[in-house]
T-cell receptor, first 110, second 113 residues
Framework: QKEVEQNSGPLSVPEGAIASLNCTYS??????FFWYRQYSGKSPELIMS????GDKEDGRFTAQLNKASQYVSLLIRDSQPSDSATYLC??????????FGQGTELSVKP | DAGVIQSPRHEVTEMGQEVTLRCKPI?????LFWYRQTMMRGLELLIY????????DSGMPEDRFSAKMPNASFSTLKIQPSEPRDSAVYFC???????????FGPGTRLTVT
């Protein structure tokens, strides 16, 4: 099992809908969790970090962490075409390294 | 703050040539990371430094790759000799702590022909 796994997509949602991005992780990563957004040809940009079980909201973004089920998700409310990008899930392991998933491509259709 | 700075932004070289990529981390960040991103393998950590000291280089693909951090504001990643399979985007990132948020530079797109 990979340490961090994501569905590569593409995930397509209509403008204004809720986009739900999911990520599962193994026992080898368990410390901190992050969502990055990467536009084509650009560098990853941090959107959310979450360290404890539950939900964390920031504007239109909500990160959810469930350590018992070993998954972390990102919800984007009122999706906009400008949200179209690849979303990378990342988790830190006990050695302090950040392990990235392969990324989920999101397309928001006007 | 200017963020993480990388140079060059694009590099095209021939197989066998030496390539040097440069990075300036965010001031005050004690950790510096070098990543490589390809379509096939995604984003891979190559090496990271803490206070200028290499901590984990297990991701460095082979001896052709080397990295240095002579001071807190500068790091290099060198490939010698370069090969076509080294073609990728190389990112540098920095952070206050490896378990905290990492901030990425704009990347260097390397093409080896």
């Amino acid at each position: 099992q990979k340490e961090v796994e994501q569905n590569s997509g593409p995930l397509s949602v209509p403008e204004g809908a809720i986009a739900s991005l999911n990520c599962t992780y193994s026992d080898r990563v368990s410390q901190s969790f992050f969502w990055y957004r990467q536009y084509s040809g650009k560098s990853p940009e941090l959107i959310m970090s979450i360290y404890s079980n539950g939900d964390k909201e920031d504007g239109r973004f909500t990160a959810q962490l469930n350590k018992a089920s070993q998954y972390v998700s990102l919800l984007i409310r009122d999706s906009q075409p400008s949200d179209s990008a690849t979303y990378l899930c990342a988790a830190s392991n006990q050695g302090g390294k950040l392990i990235f998933g392969q990324g989920t491509e999101l397309s928001v259709k006007p | 703050d200017a963020g993480v700075i990388q140079s060059p932004r694009h590099e095209v070289t021939e197989m066998g040539q030496e390539v040097t990529l440069r990075c300036k981390p965010i001031s005050g960040h004690d950790y510096l990371f070098w990543y490589r991103q390809t379509m096939m393998r995604g984003l891979e950590l190559l090496i990271y430094f803490n206070n200028n000291v290499p901590i984990d280089d297990s991701g460095m693909p082979e001896d052709r790759f080397s990295a240095k951090m002579p001071n807190a504001s500068f790091s290099t990643l060198k490939i010698q000799p370069s090969e076509p399979r080294d073609s990728a985007v190389y990112f540098c990132a920095s952070s206050l702590d490896p378990s905290y948020e990492q901030y990425f530079g704009p990347g260097t797109r390397l093409t080896v022909t």
